[in-house]
């Protein structure tokens, strides 16, 4: 699945805060050897270099236009385009962070297990996930999908990405490897100007592979009639806009010594 990185700042502001949430977290002050895991066009990459500076700093990605974005705005940072689902750092590091990744990868728990064992003693894990699939964003996605010539591609859930474990399978599975173990939910709520712009908002992300599934040559009346969901979904404010609700996980794992 290809990704635009364009598409995806059109809301830099609302998507970096909760990569600053995550950052006011790390309980670290220095770190010689920091990975922004999900890199994307590097606006995540960027909280990192503040604090720990560029040449301490690697961003990894599957994406070449994420990529690509990235080296632009950070051209001082390492860029390398990795599969996440299979990777591991080559030697132990001080700093695991990933912003909105590893929801997209199956059996993320496994990865992230594996993960902790490559954490210097003392390193961390930082981890922030959406937890939206049961928002009406995403839930007229799968109306959508149901209702129109194209959804033979969607019987089944097909596309639906799964839903993430309870909290509890996190400090299970993590808890043992942990000196500290915090997990969390927040939720954002985003005044939107209208409906349109929530579409906006999802085409960068949640909304990319029900529109690859659907194919081009239906990707207008895909998108008119997911829009049409959308605005009765989220009826507006007393101002007209329309507020979507962004719940997500986060958590934080320090490494035990031993």
Not at 17 to 34: E, K
Not at 185 to 197: G, K, L, S
Not at 238 to 254: E, N, Q, T
Request: proline fraction near 8%; glycine fraction near 6%; include cysteine.
């Amino acid at each position: 699945m290809a990704w635009s990185s364009q598409q995806y700042l059109k809301f830099e502001d609302e998507r970096t805060r909760p990569a600053q949430d995550l950052m006011a977290r790390v309980p670290l002050t220095t770190a010689s050897r920091a990975f922004d895991l999900g890199c994307g066009p590097g606006n995540s990459t960027e909280l990192l270099v503040e604090r720990f500076g560029a040449a301490n700093v690697t961003g990894v990605d599957s994406d070449d236009n994420m990529l690509a974005a990235a080296r632009t705005r950070l051209p001082a940072v390492s860029f390398d385009k990795v599969d996440l689902a299979n990777w591991v750092p080559d030697a132990p590091v001080d700093l695991l962070y990933a912003n909105a990744v590893f929801q997209w990868i199956p059996d993320h728990i496994s990865v992230l297990e594996q993960l902790m064992d490559h954490l210097k003693p003392g390193g961390v894990l930082a981890v922030q996930m959406p937890d939206n699939l049961s928002e009406p964003s995403h839930l007229m996605m799968e109306e959508t999908g149901l209702a129109g010539p194209w959804s033979k591609a969607f019987e089944g859930g097909k596309i639906r990405r799964k839903p993430l474990p309870p909290a509890s399978t996190y400090l299970d599975r993590l808890g043992p490897k942990s000196l500290r173990l915090d997990v969390w939910h927040t939720v954002y709520y985003h005044p939107m100007a209208d409906a349109a712009a929530i579409v906006e908002w999802v085409k960068g992300t949640g909304l990319r592979p029900y529109l690859n599934a659907a194919g081009e040559e239906n990707r207008e009346a895909f998108l008119t009639d997911y829009e049409a969901r959308i605005d009765k979904a989220y009826p507006p404010m007393a101002d007209g806009r329309r507020l979507l609700a962004f719940p997500r996980l986060f958590i934080v794992a320090v490494k035990s010594p031993n």
